[in-house]
C-alpha cells in the first residue's frame, strides 16, 4: 500500500557528481607518493577497462573482475589493491554504486581534478557475483615488448594509432614503482599535473638505457634527469614512423591531446558495458577552480 511506495520512493537515484565529490576529496594524502593517490586510481580505471576483447566480446570494467582471483594476482595488476581499498570508504557512503562504475569514476575524478579535460561519462556497470568472468592473464600490454605487441594489444580492444598514442598520454600522471612493475620512477618531473609533457619528454629528450637495480629491469632514462624514465614499449613507439607522428601532433599541442584524451579515455572506460541507452551522461564540475 501506501507504504511500500513511500518506502521506494525513499531510494532516490545516486547524485554522481556527489560521488565525483566524494573521491576528489580523498586525492591528496602527502604520504602516498608525489601527494595524490589519482595517477594509482587512472591506472585502476584502465586496468579494469583494458582486459576487453572486441572479438569475443569478454573483459571490460562491467563486473569488475578484478576483485577476484585470478584477476587480482595478474602480475600487471601489482599494486591495483591499493587503489581498489582506498576507494571502500566511498562505496561505503555510496553502497548503491557498483564497483565498475565507481572505478572508471575514480579515474575520471583523478583525470579531471590532476589538470586534465572533463571527461563524458556515464552509469551503467553491473558487479559479477564471482570469479567465473575473469579475463585470461596476458591481455594488458608488457611494457618490455615492442611496437608490434602494442598494437595488437590494442587492436584487440578496437583502438586505432591514432588512439593508442592518445592514451599513453595517461603516463603524465603517476610514476613506475619497482615492487610493482620492476620499473622505477615518473615520466616527467610533475607526476601529479595531467598535462602533454609525456610527448615533449619522449620526443625530445635523449634517452639513453638503464638496468633498475633492485629488479633487474631495463629502462630508458633521461640523460640530463636520470629521475625520469621511459619503458622499453614507450621507445619503441617512438622509433615508429605512423606512431611518432601523433607523438609530435600532441607535444605541440595541448589543446589537441586533451580533447582527443577525453574521447579515447571514455571509450576505453566505456568498452563492453552492456548500456541501456537512458543512461544520463555526466560531464562533472571539477572541484578546483
Ligand atoms: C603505470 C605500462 C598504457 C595509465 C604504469 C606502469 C607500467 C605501465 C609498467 C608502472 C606500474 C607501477 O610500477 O606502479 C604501460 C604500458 C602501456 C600503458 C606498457 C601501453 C603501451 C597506459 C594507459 C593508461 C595508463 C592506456 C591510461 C589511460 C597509467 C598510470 C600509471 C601507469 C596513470 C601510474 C600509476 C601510479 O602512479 O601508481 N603503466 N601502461 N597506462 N599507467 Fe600505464
Given at each position: 500500500g501506501a507504504k511500500t511506495t513511500e518506502k521506494s520512493l525513499d531510494k532516490k537515484p545516486i547524485d554522481y557528481q556527489e560521488v565525483y565529490n566524494a573521491i576528489a576529496d580523498i586525492l591528496?594524502?602527502?604520504?602516498?607518493d608525489d601527494g595524490s593517490i589519482g595517477p594509482v586510481l587512472v591506472r585502476l580505471a584502465w586496468h579494469a577497462s583494458g582486459?576487453?576483447?572486441?572479438?569475443?566480446?569478454t573483459g571490460g570494467s562491467?563486473?569488475?573482475?578484478?576483485?577476484?582471483?585470478p584477476e587480482a594476482l595478474h602480475?600487471?595488476?601489482?599494486?591495483l589493491a591499493i587503489a581498489r581499498e582506498r576507494l571502500m570508504p566511498i562505496k561505503q557512503k555510496f553502497?548503491?554504486?557498483s564497483y565498475g562504475d565507481l572505478w572508471t569514476l575514480a579515474g575520471v575524478c583523478a583525470v579531471q581534478e590532476l589538470g586534465g579535460p572533463t571527461i563524458p561519462w556515464r552509469p551503467g556497470r553491473q558487479d559479477a557475483?564471482?570469479?567465473?568472468?575473469c579475463t585470461p592473464d596476458g591481455r594488458l600490454p608488457d611494457a618490455t615488448q615492442g611496437e608490434r605487441h602494442v598494437r595488437d594489444v590494442f587492436y584487440r580492444m578496437g583502438f586505432n594509432d591514432q588512439e593508442i598514442v592518445a592514451l599513453a598520454g595517461a603516463h603524465s600522471l603517476g610514476r613506475c614503482h619497482p615492487d610493482r612493475s620492476g620499473f622505477e620512477g615518473p615520466?616527467?618531473?610533475?607526476?601529479t599535473l595531467f598535462t602533454n609533457e609525456y610527448y615533449k619528454a619522449l620526443r625530445d629528450r635523449k634517452w639513453i638505457k638503464k638496468t633498475v637495480?633492485?629488479?633487474g629491469a631495463s629502462q630508458f632514462v633521461d640523460?640530463?634527469?636520470?629521475?625520469v624514465m621511459m619503458l622499453p614499449a614507450e621507445i619503441a613507439m617512438k622509433n615508429d614512423k605512423e606512431f611518432s607522428k601523433h607523438i609530435n601532433t600532441y607535444a605541440n599541442s595541448e589543446e589537441k591531446f586533451f580533447e582527443d584524451f577525453s574521447k579515447v579515455f571514455n571509450k576505453l572506460l566505456e568498452l563492453g558495458v552492456p548500456f541501456q541507452g537512458n543512461e544520463r551522461v555526466y560531464h562533472f564540475k571539477p572541484t578546483t577552480a
Open positions: 591528496e594524502d602527502n604520504d602516498y582486459t576487453y576483447d572486441d572479438v569475443t566480446k562491467n563486473g569488475a573482475t578484478m576483485r577476484f582471483d602480475g600487471a595488476n601489482n599494486g553502497p548503491e554504486i557475483l564471482d570469479g567465473k568472468s615520466w616527467q618531473e610533475a607526476p637495480k633492485d629488479s640523460k640530463n634527469n636520470p629521475e
